[in-house]
């Protein structure tokens, strides 16, 4: 019957088949409908709110347009302008809440609150070009205009256009600026600097990303810090970020490992669409590529003409070598001694704008980070910028010391003391028997100690489940610096030396440097150094840091730069060779009772690829045969003494 009926229908004339459908619309058209209940535009009522909120898009000079909001106090007169240019979303950097007061909108990244509200600042976020709001093209850390940019536009263009038109265009200003930002954010006050605009009065870059092959974000000394795949990805995808890395293991390290090499897991995660990433396969090595765009290397090249407060993180896990480097390049320009100032604080990425009180395990006794906002900041930047240039005692260098937990207030960096007291470059021999001493090993004693490292069972950089990037509860990202370094001292692949302890307090001050008389059975090698304080085996009032093992400094470097680090070269098997490097900046007091550890090992996984041990050409394209044990051998006799330089400033020099 179905089918009969189904025959029938398909024989009807085709307008008495379109009949009901002409009834259907017929109907629909005299069907009422309600009213839309949404305006067409909605106005926001804020009378009550203590801040006007302004959405604006700024011009360049090539006519692009760039996403700015500028958050005004309410009653503000003359007041100064407080800058940061973001690739992270302007909007949400300014709406961390909704409310009538301005504080709660700015609770989160990139504001330090204890500066700008009691400031009385202008506050003002701008998307860079090509990212959230902003037209234009998205290029990761923007080169200069020159050889990487063919273009006619830069970040520092862009910064002195949005500050020429910001001057102009707001009325409660009286004309001054300053620029401030974290990390990438930190990066922009940088470039700033380059051809500044004259209303740029102060800059004040913070853990800034400068030189990402040297020992920030990208590499260190070629190692290739694999872990920030996932920011490439959801950073240059697309425009708002809205691309998101995917995984299939709850344990990064599993990830890495099953992967293989970093280009194979590019692969995986169609990375190559992304412009910044081929770039990296086709950089592995300190070429002019990196070189020309290092800002510590920029900058010393330009003139001095904004005073710059550069901040530092003792336990930076991002950019832990750019602000020293800056400092370090363009102090020397500073013949007036009033425009380089530099603050080192005891803080992971960040910190300096949140609680500062402790770092993982690590107390300080107190809030570190509002005594930096409310006694650093705070007076440097109104200085500079408010009217009448409220007067400052802001020192030239405000460094934090760890273990003895105070504040020192110093003329230059490095300096073990106020009172100028000079470092003393000191050799900590690795000895027999694991031990560390500060008198050179003697002959007819053990030659070198040695372990076989595996690449196929690399040693984690942190306890297991290695978790990803990441700094929202519960990861924690943020503190892998301070990690316990215990676990990794009972390993077969780590090798651990320690001191007596201590009978009196040992302080260091600047960068302790790696002297390593090493040999490895391979042709290429990694080779990680961590000066370690090794706390005493119980401690009263705080158990749980008994024993503790808390890394003080700590790096690694890729043994195919030993000689260049644009030229890499194979290494000699089973030969002992020099492997010198500098690892990161501390300012520390081993204090009685503790000892003083050196660990050393050849993988630090998955934060840092695996070095296959093989020499190959190109290490992200490293296939699985050329992964091989290696044998490893670090040198302690007169003719091949290992040590760490340490930074010494002894307890009776600075007094």
């Known amino acids: 019957m179905k089918s009969l009926d189904r025959v029938r229908a398909l024989t009807l004339p085709a307008c008495l088949l379109a009949a009901p459908w002409i009834f259907v619309q017929h109907a629909a058209a005299q069907t009422p409908t309600l009213p839309s209940e949404t305006p067409a535009k909605f106005a926001p009522a804020t009378a ?6 302004r959405d604006v898009m700024i011009p360049m000079r ?26 992270y979303d302007a909007t949400a950097t300014t709406s961390y809440a909704q409310s009538a007061h301005l504080a709660p909108m700015l609770n989160g990244y990139d504001n330090a609150l204890d500066v700008i509200i009691p400031g009385g600042y202008i506050r003002v976020v701008q ?6 709001g902003s037209e234009g093209d998205y290029v990761m850390n923007r080169p200069l205009i020159g050889p990487l940019n063919p273009t006619k536009v830069d970040e520092s263009t862009d910064t002195y256009d949005t500050i020429d038109w910001l001057v102009k265009h707001i009325p409660e200003t009286n004309g001054s600026v300053g620029e401030l930002g974290i990390s990438y954010d930190g990066f922009e006050p940088l470039m700033a600097l380059v051809n500044p605009h004259p209303a740029l009065k102060v800059s004040v870059p913070m853990n800034p990303m400068v030189d990402g092959w040297m020992g920030d974000d990208w590499f260190h000394y070629g190692a290739f810090r694999e872990q920030n795949m996932p920011y490439i990805l959801e950073q240059e995808a697309t425009r708002d970020n809205s691309a998101k890395w995917w995984t299939d293991h709850f344990d990064d390290y599993d990830v890495y490992m099953e992967a293989g090499s970093a280009g194979e897991l590019g692969k995986l995660h169609g990375l190559e669409q992304v412009g910044f990433w081929n770039k990296l396969l086709a950089h592995p090595s300190y070429d002019s590529w990196w070189s020309q765009q290092a800002m510590d290397k920029v900058l010393a090249n330009q003139p001095l003409k904004i005073p710059v407060m550069l901040v530092a993180s003792l336990w930076d896990q991002e950019d832990i070598y750019g602000a020293i480097a800056v400092y370090a390049a363009i102090k020397p320009k500073d013949v007036d001694h009033d425009k380089v100032f530099l603050v080192i604080g005891p803080w992971h990425h960040g ?32 200085h500079y910028l408010k009217d009448g240039a409220p007067a400052d005692d802001v020192a030239p260098v405000n460094a934090f010391v760890t273990g003895e937990n105070a504040w020192e207030r110093l003329s230059t960096w490095p300096s073990g003391c106020a009172s100028g007291c000079p470092i003393h470059p000191t050799p900590l021999y690795l000895e027999p028997s694991h031990t560390l001493g500060l008198t050179a090993p003697v002959s007819g004693q053990t030659a070198y100690d040695e372990y076989t490292s595996d690449p196929s069972k690399p040693v984690p950089y942190r306890s297991r489940p290695s978790q990803p990037v990441g700094y929202a509860p519960p990861l924690t990202w943020v503190q892998w610096l301070v990690d316990d370094q215990r676990e990794a001292s ?44 090794v706390y005493p085996d119980e401690v009263g009032g705080a158990p749980n840091m008994g024993g503790y093992q808390l890394a003080v400094s700590m790096d690694i470097f890729r043994g195919r730069y030993r000689e260049s680090f644009a030229d890499p070269k194979a290494i000699t098997p089973n030969e002992p060779l020099l492997y010198r490097f500098a690892l990161p ?26 070095n296959p041990q093989t020499f190959v050409p190109n290490i992200f394209w490293a296939k699985p045969a050329d992964y091989k044990k290696a044998e490893q051998r670090i040198f302690h006799e007169p003719s091949h003494a290992s040590f760490v330089e340490l930074p010494l400033v002894t307890m009776e ?3």
Do not use: C
């Open 48 to 53: 009550s709110f203590d801040y006007v909120r």
């Open 585 to 610: 900046t501390a300012n520390h007091v081993f204090l009685p009772g503790h000892r003083i550890m050196v660990q050393i090992q050849s993988s630090w996984f998955p934060l840092y690829d695996r």
């Open 127 to 132: 998307d860079i070009r090509g990212k959230y």
């Open 490 to 533: 009972g390993r077969t692949d780590v090798l651990a030396y320690q001191s007596p302890v201590l009978t009196e307090p040992v302080k260091i001050s600047g960068q302790p440097v790696a002297n390593l008389i090493a040999s490895t059975s391979g042709t290429d090698a990694d080779w990680v150094v961590k000066l370690i304080d």
């Open 62 to 87: 090539d006519g692009v347009k760039l996403h700015t909001v500028i958050l005004v106090p309410i009653g503000a007169h003359r007041a100064p302008i407080l800058l940061t240019r973001t690739p």
């Open 351 to 382: 910190q300096e704008i949140e609680d500062g009180s402790a770092l993982g395990a690590i107390d300080f006794n107190s809030n570190t980070s509002r005594y930096f906002q409310r006694n650093i900041l705070g007076p440097f930047l109104a």
């Open 653 to 655: 020099r600075r007094q």
